[in-house]
Each structure stands twice: as C-alpha cells, then as structure tokens.
C-alpha cells in the first residue's frame, strides 16, 4: 500500500500529461521503495526504463519537452522552425507523421528521449557555437507556451532568436528559399532584441546572411540596425556552392536570388 503523503507528493511532482524519471523523482525526496511500488500497482507507468507518467495520461511532446526543461540540469529550450511554428510563422506545414521539434542545448540530449513512444522526434542542435551560455539563461529571449492549463509553461525561443538558429543551419537542413521566405513575412521583430542577439551570437554565417536577407526586404526595424556594431568577421564565405558573391556582405548566395 502506498504512503499517502508520499502519493499526494508524487501528484504535486508529476501532474497528469508530464513525465519524469525515477533518478529526479528520487532526488525530489520519493523513496526507490515507494516508486517500485507506485509501478507495481500502476500508479506509475513506464513510458521507457526509467522514466514514468502518472496512470494513462495522454503524454504529447510538449509534456515530454515542458518535462524535460523542468529536470535539466542546464537550459534547453525550444528553437528554430519549431519555434516559429509555435508563433504561428511557419510557412511550411510538416506533412510528416513523425515531425521534427528542435530542441537547442549546451549539453546532449537524454537518451530516453527518443524512446518514449509519441509522435515526434527529436532534433538537438548544440549552442555552443551560436549562443554564449550565458544568454541560454535569460528568459527575455524566451517565450512561454501554456500549452495545457494548470501545468507549466513550455520555453521557446523568440522569433528575433529562432531566426537566427534557422540561418545558421542554411543551407544543410534549411534552403535559402525557405529562410528567404519566414524572414520576409518578420514584419515586427523587436530592433532592441534583434541589436543584442546580433551582438552575442558567435555564428557568423548566421549574422551575415541575416543582414543580407533583411537588406532584400527592408523590415521598417532594419533602420535601427547597425551592421558595425557586429562581430562579422573577415574575408568571404562559401555558402551557396557554385553561387554568386554578394559584394556588401561577403557571402557566395543562390544566383537566382
């Protein structure tokens, strides 16, 4: 029979449509004893080893990442396209019955992630080279999905940050086409945002093609921009192969554009 302190402790820790593993519910002050019998009598479910939701709740990736964000021991946040989607600014919708949710960390991600059974799959993208840790901590850069009432709120980037992850990725996994395409629909980035991102992000691709996109559209917040305040680096950059230099920014683009 289970403690019935420990019961209503494990229901405050692991609210319905969250998970958790048993190392963070231990270290929450649960008991191994209590837990073995939690899942023994089905209080607790094995979504894989280790780790549990409560009885048969209903677990989406957002519960899984909103889960994870919570046990971390260092930030990880929701980025790039799927942020964007999240904002309702993607302009692509996945056909895919599996879709991707990019997920930016310092560190690797769990191993347990990618063998819960939910329809997502999990894409980690490292930080190191693009954000200094320091900025993975500043919640000003972040917005909040309530994705599900009474729980916590899922962390992703903001558009002024998510755009700059996205073009970073150009042209491996994102065409140009694409970036062309969510940066021209940005009408109202923060220019304050946008000035202290460029200022702190270590990808110079990313700043380059950046400036060259928004130059093709002239945003109204481009005016507050300026390009000399940034670390741009020096010489070109090959990164459209067999593309043509763009002589401002100092980047090979696709010819047609």
């Not at 005016?223 to 000399?228: H, R, V």
Request: aromatic share 8%; net charge positive; hydrophobic share 40%.
């Amino acid at each position: 029979m289970l403690n019935l302190d420990a019961r209503q402790q494990l229901q405050t820790l692991l609210p319905l449509g969250m998970v958790a593993t048993k190392p963070w519910l231990q270290a929450q002050g649960l008991s191994l004893h209590f837990l073995d019998n939690a899942v023994r009598s089905q209080t607790l479910i094995p979504l894989t080893a280790g780790v549990y939701s409560r009885q048969e709740a209903r677990i989406s990736w957002k519960g899984v990442v909103t889960s994870l964000q919570r046990m971390a021991v260092e930030p990880v946040h929701v980025g790039g396209l799927s942020a964007m989607a999240i904002e309702g600014l993607s302009h692509y919708l996945s056909k895919d019955v599996m879709p991707q949710v990019h997920l930016y960390s310092q560190e690797s991600l769990p191993r347990w992630l990618g063998r819960i059974d939910i329809k997502a799959r999990f894409v980690r993208h490292g930080t190191h080279r693009l954000w200094p840790d320091s900025l993975m901590n500043e919640r000003k850069y972040f917005r909040e999905d309530s994705w599900q009432e009474s729980l916590p709120p899922l962390l992703y980037a903001c558009p002024e940050m998510a755009i700059l992850e996205i073009l970073n990725e150009v042209p491996t996994t994102i065409s140009f086409e694409h970036a062309d395409e969510l940066l021209q629909g940005l009408h109202n980035l923060s220019p304050r945002k946008l000035d202290a991102l460029l200022k702190s992000c270590r990808s110079i691709k990313a700043k380059r093609l950046f400036l060259w996109l928004a130059s093709r559209h002239q945003h109204a917040w481009l005016k507050y921009l300026t390009a000399e305040h940034y670390e741009l680096g020096s010489g070109k950059r090959v990164i459209a192969e067999r593309g043509r230099l763009e002589p401002t920014w100092l980047i090979t683009v696709p010819r047609e554009m």
